[in-house]
């Protein structure tokens, strides 16, 4: 079904387990939506595709970002740091919300004094998009 | 010394090695800058001071940003994602330039094709800023 070359991810250093962190970025205004893990095999299927996928360390398999919620990232840009072992990915949020909580990013809780406080509302409800 | 409380960290989750990444991005425009990682310790210490403080996996001992280049980080707001397993603080970057390379931000490379171009330019000579 595929039989282009594979994606040339030299320079690009995965860890012991073979995963290297991507930062999930809105394309637009910066907000850092999430944080997850690539292997060598989701982050070419993220740059073949144009679709972030991850690798759902819990899961132990592909975690196609959306697969059930629908809400996809579409890749707009990527970028490696200096030292190859972090990833960002610039990307447009399909359904606006990134986090499985239904919060539009993972981080909606905000140090505050000695404890947290959550800064944002759900933009959807989680019961009703994640059927068991 | 210090006859404070230690500050409360309960709900984040450090892993197996005891640190937890933490993303630092320009409060005022959003730029990732970096990603590093933190122990108790340094979480606490950054808490306490006010100013980022890391765990160098390399070196195996904290890391005060800025230390030896003087580009200290204030921590302008902390947030720990859904899990509690990673973070990101929001950072005023003294001299403008996160990155040891000299470059604003560690992710200067963004992909481009099949390889990487190098999308910025360094604001310092690292050879001048740190010593041997």
Same mark, same amino acid.
């Given at each position: 079904?595929?039989?282009?070359?594979?994606?040339?991810?030299?320079?690009?250093?995965?860890d012991?387990?073979?995963?290297?962190?991507?930062?999930?970025q809105? +394309?637009?205004?910066?907000?850092?939506?999430?944080?997850?893990?690539?292997?060598k095999?989701?982050?070419?299927?993220?740059?073949?595709?144009?679709?972030?996928?991850?690798?759902?360390?819990?899961?132990?398999?592909?975690?196609?970002?959306?697969?059930?919620?629908?809400?996809?990232?579409?890749?707009?840009?990527? *970028?490696?740091?200096?030292?190859?072992?972090?990833?960002?990915?610039?990307?447009?949020?399909?359904?606006?919300?990134?986090? +499985?909580?239904? +919060?539009?990013?993972?981080? *909606?809780?905000?140090?505050?004094?000695?404890?947290?406080?959550?800064?944002?509302?759900?933009?959807?409800?989680?019961?009703?998009?994640?059927?068991?």
């Open positions: 079904m595929n039989d282009k070359t594979p994606p040339d991810l030299t320079g690009i250093k995965f012991a387990d073979g995963l290297v962190p991507a930062i999930a809105d +394309h637009k205004d910066g907000t850092v939506l999430m944080m997850a893990y690539m292997n095999e989701s982050l070419g299927l993220t740059l073949e595709s144009g679709r972030a996928v991850y690798w759902s360390r819990s899961r132990k398999k592909l975690w196609r970002k959306g697969e059930e919620s629908g809400n996809v990232q579409l890749v707009k840009a990527l *970028y490696q740091d200096c030292d190859g072992d972090t990833l960002v990915i610039k990307v447009e949020q399909i359904g606006d919300a990134a986090c +499985h909580t239904g +919060h539009r990013s993972c981080f *909606y809780r905000e140090r505050d004094g000695a404890g947290w406080k959550v800064i944002s509302r759900p933009l959807f409800d989680p019961s009703a998009v994640y059927k068991k």
